[in-house]
């Protein structure tokens, strides 16, 4: 199972950015994926999750403002995030729990800056 993300970078204040992380070694239609996040110095934290049903859920303090999409043909999931904050400085991760286990991508880094 390999999980690739990218589309991470510095953008100011009340930009946008938009994440992908590609899967490959699972039945992708069939998994429930996830983004979380690790901001400096703290522990990694749910962001957004989708279910292989289309079921969105999002932590508090992004919604209204990221948006999580899956395009099973593409084996891929998106993160939408507008309106970022300095707080939402982190390296985001994507999840794939499949079978026992869960599977997590290498990180990219999204920095905004105060």
């Known amino acids: 199972v390999q999980l690739v993300e990218s589309g991470g970078g510095l953008v100011q204040p009340g930009g946008s950015l938009n994440l992908s992380c590609v899967a490959s070694g699972i039945v992708f239609s069939f998994a429930d994926m996830g983004w979380y996040r690790q901001p400096p110095g703290k522990q990694r934290e749910l962001v957004a999750t989708i279910t292989s049903g289309g079921t969105t859920n999002y932590a508090d303090s992004v919604k209204g403002r990221f948006t999580i999409a899956r395009d099973n043909a593409r084996m891929t999931v998106y993160l939408q995030m507008s309106s970022l904050k300095p707080e939402d400085t982190a390296v985001y991760y994507c999840?794939?729990?499949?079978?026992?286990?869960?599977?997590w991508g290498q990180g990219t880094q999204v920095t905004v800056p105060s």
């Open positions: 999840r794939a729990p499949w079978g026992v286990n869960a599977y």
